[in-house]
Structures are given as C-alpha cells and as structure tokens.
C-alpha cells in the first residue's frame, strides 16, 4: 500500500463521516525501517512520523531534519523516566505519559530547557497486565495532575487489544477525552485506523502499510 493510497483512505473516512477534510493527521511509523525507505517517504512531501525509542530516534533525526527542517517528530512508544531528558530535547510531540512519576519528571524537563513538546495521556482501555497506560477509572484523576504540573497534554493516546473491536475502545477514549476537555485523540493503526478516524482520531499511527514490513533481525 502507497502514502498516497493511505492518505486517499483517510480522506474518505472523514467525507463518509462528515468530519472536515485534513483533521486527521497521519503519523507514519518509521521505527526499525532502514533509512532508505523512511527518506523515499519524505521525499514524497510526508513530514510526521513516530518513533518508538529515544536511542533509535537520536541516531536518525537529526540529520534527517538538517535536510528536511519542517519535519515533525513523534514519540508514540513507552518512555524512561532515565531518557525523558533526551525525549523532551528530539521530540515534537510524546504519546505515552503514562504514570505519575513520569509526569513529574516531564515537568522539571520542560523547565529546565524551556521546551516543551505536545503531550498524549496513554489509557489502557483494554486494563491489560503487560501494556502501559493509566487504567480508565483513573484517568480523570491523572489529566487533572498533569493538569497541575502544567504539561501541555492535548489529548489522548489508545491501543486496544489485538482480539477485541478496536471501535469499543476508541468510544470510550474519546468519552474520556471529551468530559475533561481534550481535543487530541492518538488512536488507530494499520489495521483499523478508519474506524478510528470514524470515531474522531485526530492522529493515527501507520507504519508497515506504508514502509513495508519491518525486519527486526
């Protein structure tokens, strides 16, 4: 599947859905992708992307960023309190704040360099013991301390489990989002990301339909 044939995809997700044309921007997913294919994608005009490890981010962006300047980096997979440094110094926007010790350490950052990227609160709607994410009946409690420690959250980042209906999950994220006030909704992937654009996603997340699958040897 091309950029060009996603893109078209999304677009019409949002005319069927009556949504504005351009309200979901598309994160293309260049973790593990040789560099070769993630500079055909830029040089195709594509200018976000996410990436799910500091350390794999330092060693790609910023020389991709020296030739493409208007680029816009995401950080969509878990963070370390011990790279928050790094992460608030690279990245444009962070998905995953996920846990009160995180936020904290979030916050002393972004006043120490007088940066600070777009922040997504990670919910783990699906309450699954191996994934991260604050769990749905705390998460009110969460935004309001992020809130508190004035991190510039603008929303609200998902990802389901893989055996259940992805729509169940982006309903209730966006339920969630909606009663405190959050306009950002990080969900959908290659998958179903229609079904999240249906629902209001305002970012969704591919990577293999439009790089090719990924070899983590």
């Known amino acids: 599947?091309?950029?060009?044939?996603?893109?078209?995809?999304?677009?019409?997700?949002?005319?069927?859905?009556?949504?504005?044309?351009?309200?979901?921007?598309?994160?293309?997913?260049?973790?593990?992708?040789?560099?070769?294919?993630?500079?055909?994608?830029?040089?195709?005009g594509h200018r976000l992307f996410g990436e799910n490890k500091v350390q794999e981010a330092e060693g790609k962006w910023p020389?991709?960023?020296?030739?493409?300047?208007?680029?816009?980096?995401h950080l969509i997979g878990p963070l370390q309190t011990n790279k928050v440094?790094?992460?608030?110094?690279?990245?444009?926007?962070i998905h995953a704040v996920d846990r009160p010790k995180l936020a904290k350490k979030l916050a002393?950052?972004?006043?120490?360099?007088g940066k600070a990227p777009d922040m997504f609160i990670q919910v783990n709607t699906g309450e699954e013991e191996?994934?991260?994410?604050?769990?749905?009946?705390?998460?009110?409690?969460?935004?309001?301390?992020c809130f508190a420690l004035d991190l510039p959250i603008i929303g609200l980042m998902v990802i389901p489990p893989v055996n259940e209906e992805a729509s169940l999950h982006f309903a209730l994220l966006r339920k969630i989002a909606e009663r405190n006030g959050?306009?950002?909704?990080?969900?959908?992937?290659?998958?179903?990301?229609?079904?999240?654009?249906?629902?209001?996603a305002t970012h969704?997340?591919?990577?293999?339909?439009?790089?090719?699958?990924?070899?983590?040897?």
Do not use: C
């Open 108 to 113: 002393t950052e972004i006043q120490s360099q």
């Open 204 to 217: 969704v997340r591919v990577g293999s339909a439009i790089f090719g699958e990924r070899d983590y040897r």
């Open 130 to 145: 191996q994934k991260a994410g604050v769990l749905p009946a705390e998460a009110d409690t969460f935004i309001k301390e």
């Open 63 to 73: 020389d991709f960023k020296k030739e493409f300047p208007d680029t816009k980096v």
């Open 1 to 44: 599947m091309s950029l060009n044939e996603i893109k078209s995809r999304i677009q019409k997700a949002e005319e069927t859905t009556g949504r504005p044309v351009g309200s979901t921007q598309l994160i293309a997913v260049s973790k593990v992708q040789p560099n070769e294919r993630v500079h055909a994608v830029l040089q195709q």
């Open 182 to 200: 959050l306009t950002g909704l990080s969900m959908g992937m290659s998958g179903d990301f229609e079904r999240a654009v249906a629902l209001g």
């Open 85 to 93: 440094k790094n992460a608030v110094a690279l990245f444009d926007a």
